[in-house]
């Protein structure tokens, strides 16, 4: 799930100093409304525009942006794609197509090296750190090239400020300055830091009902929060289902949503997994991990095959020799040894990664054979 996004022409150090404040200014409302309620400050006004401008924009991200527009989980009317699209963009999580394009790369690349997002690379990562570069956040034109031809997803792209502003009017209007505290600042704290759970709990604690390739979980807390997103391997193993929560008790009020849409004729080609498909990827996923934890094993035993081959070597070499190649010989095992400690670290891997994996280590033997041949006399 997505954060602020990408802003053509704007420098770095801009782009941070922004970013800073989107972090920090809903962080200083949420200390002035915990204030404001220690001194009994608050009203029920204030709570019902909180709790739905919070609604409305959890489930702009969660049926909007993400099971509708990046994938395709329904179709629906021109009507309920715009209202659900804008009320994403009220969740101040970024235009449309930066967030889109960054939560589709995800999957593309989920916890492995070219994730936008994974707390593989420290929990803070995953969570909010990664929305302070830029690069983060991937072009439409390669990710969600056809949405660039979707007049309702363009039309939001266009007119994003507008939203998150008017629904800060709103609660202005309606409550006055307590009012756009909570059902405008403390909301958006509570919406953003909810979506980053899910890139940052999600992929870290939890139980994991399907074997994937990568580390997504199922957290009900989050599934509860985020309103069915928490159930995040579900999603991972069948990205295109509507329905994230696939048990009885796993509380999905977005697929609710979306189910009560399709009753209503709003919503139609609504994408379900049957049981005999769950049955199906649950043994193909066993098969998967077996095949991953044998390449593994193999790319193991060819790591500790190359460090014995080259220390062999060094070993054969005049002191002299040994203290000139000493550095490079140190990077190359320290190399070895994190490559190690990744494949022990993360139990489920892409083939191709391990595979990128064996080929550097191969190389890197190349290298340092190489480099010892040339100093031998």
Known sequence: MSGIGHYDGMTDRTYKTIMVGYVIIPLVAVVTAIVL??????????????????????LGITVGFHRMLTHDGFKSSTPTRLFFTLCGCMALEGKPLAWIATHVKHHAHSDHED????????????????????????????????????????????????????????????????????????????????????????????????????ESRNNWLIGLLALGEGWHNNHHAFPRNAFHGMRWYQ????????????????????????????????????????????????????????RHELDLMILKLP?????????????????????????????NMKRKAIEKRHEE?????????????MVIP
């Open 37 to 58: 309620l220690w001194n009994n400050v608050i009203n029920s006004t204030d709570l019902f525009l909180l709790i739905v401008f919070q609604v409305l924009s959890v």
């Open 115 to 214: 994730d936008p997002h994974s707390p593989l690379e420290g929990f803070w990562h995953g969570h909010m750190g990664w929305v302070f570069s830029q690069e983060n956040f991937e072009d439409p034109k390669v990710y969600c090239p056809h949405l660039l031809e979707d007049k309702v997803t363009m039309f939001a792209e266009k007119t994003y400020f507008f939203w998150p502003l008017l629904s800060f009017a709103i609660c202005y209007a309606v409550g006055g300055w307590t009012g756009l505290l909570w059902g405008g600042l403390v909301r958006s704290f509570l919406t953003t830091h909810i979506t980053w759970s899910v890139n940052s709990i999600c992929h870290t604690f939890g139980s994991r009902g399907f074997e994937t390739t990568d």
């Open 251 to 306: 509380f999905d009020l977005s697929g609710i949503v979306i189910r009560n849409l399709e009753r209503l004729g709003l919503a139609w080609d609504v994408q379900r997994i049957g049981k005999e498909t769950q049955e199906a990827h649950k043994l193909k996923g066993l098969t998967m991990h077996q095949n991953i934890a044998d390449l593994k094993a193999e790319l193991g035993e060819f790591i500790d095959h190359a």
């Open 319 to 347: 002191p002299k020799k040994v203290a000139a190649l000493r550095l490079a010989h140190e990077k190359t095992m320290k190399r070895y040894t994190d490559i190690q400690l990744s494949l022990a670290r993360r139990r």
């Open 361 to 373: 280590v191969a190389k890197l033997l190349e290298i340092a054979k190489r480099r010892m041949k």
